[in-house]
């Protein structure tokens, strides 16, 4: 069961979401607020798996509201507006919810979120020996040790975690790829690649290689990049 709440300054759109996610079995909606201070102060005190959050809100917006938590839950963006959309993936955002939003769309979002969920709780930790992940590839979940991890490479709806001696193709977003990984281990370098740091053999501000293979830079986490290869 993941337990949400849900953040939005138009009570219709609260009354939305709480009807499509009394539909959803492993959805527990504790509480919705049409105030980012009270929700702040509710998530300073309770668990919360799950983050339904609008982005256009008086005061704090939705962005904000999200790089003010210090360990965020899962977010799913709920908003009338696409312009955010790209920001809002970089925020490692599960998925962007376009208003007015069908009961299959947030069925599907919420879907993204669980199975996010059960990868990190079931599957995100080894049992002793090196640190691991479990990839699901197809019906399997693969393990992979984090230490053979090259980089990981979006490709169309699917992503593939590359290692020495093989490529695992996973039916996952790229953020929740990202969201899987350690973030002292890894760094993303552009909407298509992720980075394992350890490997990197070269970087310049526009390229990163590991070994002979080059991989592009974009401007948007060129910051990110410095800060991880200063640490």
């Not at 959803?24 to 504790?30: A, F, H, R, V």
């Not at 695992?168 to 298509?192: C, D, K, Y």
Request: net charge neutral.
């Amino acid at each position: 069961m993941l337990k949400a709440i849900a953040i939005d300054d138009e009570p219709i759109a609260l009354q939305v979401i709480t009807k499509h996610a009394a539909e959803i079995p492993y959805i527990q909606l504790d509480k919705v607020f049409t105030h980012t201070s009270g929700a702040l102060q509710y998530l300073q005190t309770e668990k919360v798996d799950l983050l339904f959050l609008d982005i256009k809100m008086p005061g704090l917006s939705g962005i904000d509201v999200l790089k003010s938590i210090t360990d965020p839950p899962m977010v799913i963006f709920t908003t009338a507006y696409e312009e955010h959309a790209v920001r809002s993936f970089e925020l490692n955002a599960i998925d962007y919810l376009l208003k007015p939003f069908s009961p299959e769309r947030f069925a599907q979002a919420c879907q993204k979120a669980k199975e996010q969920f059960e990868l990190r709780t079931s599957f995100g930790k080894s049992l002793g020996g090196p640190p691991a992940v479990y990839i699901k590839s197809g019906y399997d979940q693969i393990k992979i040790l984090l230490e053979e991890i090259l980089y990981i490479e979006a490709s169309g709806s699917y992503v593939q975690f590359v290692t020495p001696d093989k490529k695992i193709l996973s039916r996952t977003g790229m953020n929740e790829a990202e969201a899987l990984l350690p973030e002292a281990g890894f760094v993303r370098i552009h909407r298509s690649y992720i980075i394992a740091i350890r490997h990197i053999s070269k970087a310049d501000k526009a390229m990163v290689w590991i070994g002979e293979n080059s991989f592009p830079v974009s401007a948007s986490f060129a910051a990110g990049l410095r800060a991880a290869l200063l640490k």
